[in-house]
């Protein structure tokens, strides 16, 4: 088992709709989880973190943990073309604060 | 305030060759991580040094090094290169501890030959 595991998809989503990212980890002690944004040739662009279980809503993006379940999850709303991006979800392992370990990437593509 | 920032952008070499990478961490930030991300493999972790120490390292061989200096600027250092080395490598960086969020530099794409 992967330790922090997303669907590769890609993940086709119409313009305007919502779009779902998930992601579950292994860890059980983990702390804090974060989702970048990686355009094609880029690097990794942070757009949201979450430390504790519920919702955290920043603009057209929503985090939701879920520690018993292990699972975070991503939603943007009113998607656009400029969304369409691969997505990493990211989880803080330990307390010690040092090692962050990445999910695979989800690919979304938003179509017009 | 200033981003990560990396050099060089891009770098050629061959096999056999080794490189050295460069990172500055936004400044007041003392933890400096890096990684190789490859199509194949994805993001991998490398390691991450804070206050000059290493403080946690990825899976990686002896052949991969770093360090970092006092005024938390960090070099990677790749010995006896392999074709496999060929990748991005980001530099992050983030203040200290677990609960603070890192910052990716624009990485340094590496091809060898």
């Known amino acids: 088992q992967k330790e922090v595991e997303q669907n590769s998809g890609p993940l086709s989503v119409p313009e305007g709709a919502i779009a779902s990212l998930n992601c579950t980890y292994s860890?059980?002690?983990?702390?804090?989880f974060f989702w970048y944004r990686q355009y094609s040739g880029k690097s990794p662009e942070l757009i949201m973190s979450?430390?504790?279980?519920g919702d955290k809503e920043d603009g057209r993006f929503t985090a939701q943990l879920n520690k018993a379940s292990q699972y975070v999850s991503l939603l943007i709303r009113d998607s656009q073309p400029s969304d369409s991006a691969t997505y990493l979800c990211?989880?803080?392992?330990?307390?010690?604060?040092?090692?962050?370990?990445f999910g695979s990437g989800t690919r979304l593509s938003i179509r017009p | 305030k200033a981003g990560v920032t990396q050099t060089p952008r891009y770098l050629i070499k061959t096999r056999g060759q080794q490189v050295t990478l460069s990172c500055s961490p936004i400044?007041?930030?003392?933890?400096v991580s890096w990684y190789q991300q490859t199509p194949g493999q994805g993001l991998q972790f490398l390691f991450e040094?804070?206050?000059?120490?290493?403080?946690n390292k990825g899976n990686f061989p002896g052949r991969f090094s770093g360090r970092q200096f006092s005024n938390s600027r960090s070099e990677m250092n790749v010995s006896t290169l392999e074709l496999g080395d060929s990748a991005l490598y980001l530099c992050?960086?983030?203040?200290?501890?677990?609960?603070?969020?890192?910052?990716f530099g624009p990485g340094t794409r590496l091809t060898v030959l």
């Open positions: 992050a960086s983030r203040i200290s501890g677990s609960y603070n969020e890192q910052f």
């Open positions: 860890d059980r002690g983990s702390q804090s």
């Open positions: 979450i430390y504790s279980n």
């Open positions: 990211a989880v803080n392992r330990d307390s010690s604060a040092s090692k962050i370990i």
């Open positions: 400044s007041g930030h003392r933890s």
């Open positions: 040094y804070f206050s000059e120490t290493q403080r």
